[in-house]
């Protein structure tokens, strides 16, 4: 029997190198979708669609390379399926996990459409390979992290070498436009889908090995250092992991390299497998995208608080700093991470879901499970066994991780004063009260 083509869906892997929908044989449409579901919620100035855009011309460049091309469409997904279908047959349709509730339902909505075929990239782990001995998810990371490395073998980091394919005859050229009433051409370019080429700083212009060529003498003292806002220790390719701009068996095969010279690859390792952890939790519990896991206290609305944090004006130089960060660049570092959302939840008592919103709209590396999940734990509302008391105190944090003010001073104007608009310790009192009602 024939063979019909299948269709290659690029979506969280924007790579060629080590990719395993390169590795099937046969003829292949190889595809990526501007989704406009998703686009049409963001802001025409999202630096995000900037950093897509940019790693789809450049899969597309590097598979014309190789003998193929890439066809770009712009429109609902199962449209676009739908449109493909009505012109073509396929086997089947080939797209590795993507775990999010949305992402869930659209792939099984395009599964009623053509058989799909789901393969394992992003991720180390499939979500049902560190379980429990009684086959039930981990809520706590240290026992999900002594499972993990106990499941891990050479295996997860194997490289998928690519295979000769047929490319299907098609129009490449154009950006196909789909809607329910049919198609329209137009010239691939941002403006075409309604944004406007942003600026990306000097890191986020690096390619991925470029990356980790910088980060390769900062990884031994990355245990030390990378709580220090100011010293750049950390390897910032959470956005390179999101998109698959980096495939994550790569950087499995890098750090063993690092190791077998001697460094200490451990607490980098480990940092992975809270990411692993936090895709594993929303896949098993998806209601954690919106609701709390444990405590039934939700917050206390307060727009005035809202506004102040997210236009840096809550008068806490380091809150403010990191938010500023944020708006500038679609950076933030972790510890920082950390202290915003103690404060947002803590301090102004306001929803983790509307922190979580906010990061989502400006974090260059927003992923749904690591955002809502890092949300929930700092609000106190996630698996943690017990997690309310952790209030942390801006300023200690401030004068333990930013000593010489380095991280303020580069992210805060030279004539900031604000008054603070809450009293740590008066509003952590209170935040200690809520909690502890909540939970009688
Ligand atoms: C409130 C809050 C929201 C967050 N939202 C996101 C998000 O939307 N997307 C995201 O990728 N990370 C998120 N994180 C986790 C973490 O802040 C970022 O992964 C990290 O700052 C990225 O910088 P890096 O690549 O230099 O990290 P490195 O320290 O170099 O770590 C290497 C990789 O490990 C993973 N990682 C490291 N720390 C964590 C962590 N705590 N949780 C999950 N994965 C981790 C990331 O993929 C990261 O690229 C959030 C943390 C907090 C506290």
Known sequence: MT??????????????????????????????????????????HDRRVTFIYHAVTTLKQKLKERGLNLAVFYGDPIEVFKHLLSQYAFDEVCASGDYDEYALARD????????????????????????????KPYLVFTPFYNR???????????????????????????????????????????EAIGFIPQLLTPHQQYSPDEKLARFRSKLADYPKNRDFMALEATSGLSTDLRFGTLSIRSLLRWLSEQKKSGVDTEPFFRQLIFREFYAMLLYHFPHLATKNFRYPFCGIENNEYFEA??????GVPIVDAGVREL???????????????????????????????????HLMDYDASSNILSWQWSAGTGVDPQPY?????PATQSEKFDKQKDYIHKHLPPDYTLPPIVDHKASSQKALEYFKNAQQ
Not at 18 to 44: C, H, M, R, Y
Not at 389 to 393: M, S
């Open 3 to 44: 063979k019909l083509p299948r269709i290659l869906w690029f979506r969280r892997d924007l790579r060629v190198e080590d990719n395993p929908l390169l590795s099937l044989e046969g003829e292949v449409l190889p595809i990526f979708i501007f989704d406009t579901a998703i686009l049409s919620k963001l802001s025409p």
């Open 148 to 190: 993990a490395k106990e499941v891990f073998r050479h295996a997860h980091m194997i490289e998928y070498q690519s295979v000769e394919q047929k490319l299907m005859n098609f129009a490449y050229d154009p950006l196909h436009r789909i809607t329910s009433a049919g198609e329209a051409t137009d010239s691939l370019s941002l």
């Open 309 to 314: 944090f997210c236009s840096a004006r809550t």
């Open 108 to 135: 099984r909505d395009v599964s009623h459409l053509l058989p799909f075929h789901a393969l394992q990239d992003t991720y180390i782990f499939r979500p049902d390979e560190v379980l429990k001995s009684d086959g």
């Open 327 to 361: 708006l500038e660049s679609g950076e933030m570092h972790n510890r920082v991470r950390m202290i915003c959302a103690s404060f947002f939840t803590k301090n102004l008592l306001l929803p983790w879901q509307w922190g979580e919103a906010f990061f989502a709209r």
């Open 389 to 393: 008391f952790r209030i942390f105190n």
